[in-house]
């Protein structure tokens, strides 16, 4: 079968928005580069989750897709229109993103059929449905799915991929020795926050108590993540627990430097949030806390994943903030996620 992207000498990509969903999406980058080795690719992301793709392959330019804010569309439509590429690949399911490539020149513009936004496609797939449901599946494939639409060869397997430069990592080598961590330390990452919502998040006191097993168990090194906003989750924490935990400054290991940060870890215990996603494509063993979302959009690439959860009437709700005692998180003990820990690392 012919790719409908043949002829196509420059594409835009627009990139999901969350930290997690950029990372299962890399699969998609992949494939586009290696059937389009000689086409310009054009990343549109938001700007504060560059980092996350830096040192790849996969793009020739980005720009900064911030185009809620009436400045940012304007922005995001006069660069992308300069770079005249003639077509798009939308991996998000707004019409608002649709609509600002299209308001940017782009006719030729491919994602999935959702809604009023068929109007704006000139083609793609169409979700499984349930009725008028689409049925949860997971992510990396649901955003590989696109391409084979577009008649690409796709890979039989969507395993996430981060790159690490010559650079990051010497920088990422420095900045371990900083806090200490040294060749022959074992490294556990606990990423207590989540962006999405409080929904998300294990109690802090949970996280103390796993940290204070780690240590005496594994005679481990605890570092915590946190990203903005969670200073205040952190410092619970650290108030709880008699672990000896390094804490980076809040800003300290952003997007891009959490890769080699990742990477050095022996293990990650965290909620389901990015950097989850983060310890899938380094190949970081990862015992992931999850409530209220569903586990069919993250159920593939889980080799060294143990997810550990608690089904409820209630769940998934995918909401925010819990309406009934957040019992989804509440009801998981620290001695069963660092059980999880030890069945992981005995594999």
């Known amino acids: 079968m012919k790719s409908v992207l043949g002829d196509i000498q420059t594409l835009a990509i627009r990139c999901p928005n969350w930290v997690g ?40 330019d980005f720009v900064d897709a911030q185009d809620k804010s ?60 349930n009725g008028h449901k689409a049925v949860p599946a997971p992510m990396a494939d649901y955003y590989l799915e696109i391409c084979r639409w577009l008649g690409l060869a796709c890979p039989e397997r969507s395993q996430p991929k981060l790159y690490i430069g010559a650079e990051l990592a010497a920088r990422g080598q420095a900045r371990l020795q900083e806090y200490g961590i040294r060749d022959g330390d074992f ?56 672990a000896e935990i390094i804490c980076p400054p809040a800003g300290r290991i952003d997007l891009e430097m959490l890769k080699p940060f990742v990477q050095r870890c022996g293990l990650m215990i965290t909620n389901d949030t990015g950097p989850r996603h983060y310890a899938v494509a380094l190949n970081v063993p990862v015992v992931v806390i999850m409530g209220p979302t569903d586990p069919r959009y993250t159920n593939a690439n889980l080799d060294r994943t143990v997810v550990v959860r608690k089904e409820l009437e209630c769940s998934p709700c995918h909401k925010k903030v819990c309406p009934r005692g957040h019992e989804c998180m509440k009801g998981i003990q620290p001695n069963e996620v660092f059980a999880a820990a030890e069945q992981l690392l005995r594999k």
């Open 187 to 242: 490294l556990v990452g606990l990423n207590p926050g989540a962006s999405f919502g409080s929904s998300k998040c294990w109690p802090a006191e949970s996280f103390a108590r796993v940290a204070e097993l780690c240590q005496k168990h594994l005679n481990a090194k605890v570092i915590i993540f946190s990203g903005p906003g969670e200073e205040e989750i952190v410092q619970a924490v650290l108030r709880q627990t008699q």
């Open 70 to 129: 009436w400045s940012g569309f304007r922005d995001m439509r006069k660069q992308l229109g300069a770079m005249k590429p003639e077509a798009a690949i939308v991996l998000t399911n707004s019409i608002r993103s649709a609509l600002t490539i299209r308001l940017s020149g782009v006719k030729r513009i491919y994602g999935y059929r959702r809604q009023w936004r068929n109007l704006l496609l000139a083609g793609g797939p169409a979700p499984t449905r």
């Open 21 to 60: 969903d950029v990372v299962m999406a890399t699969p998609v980058f992949e494939c586009l580069r290696r059937n389009l080795p000689q086409t310009r690719i054009i990343g549109l992301l938001r700007k504060n989750a560059r980092g996350i793709l830096r040192d790849s392959p996969w793009f020739d």
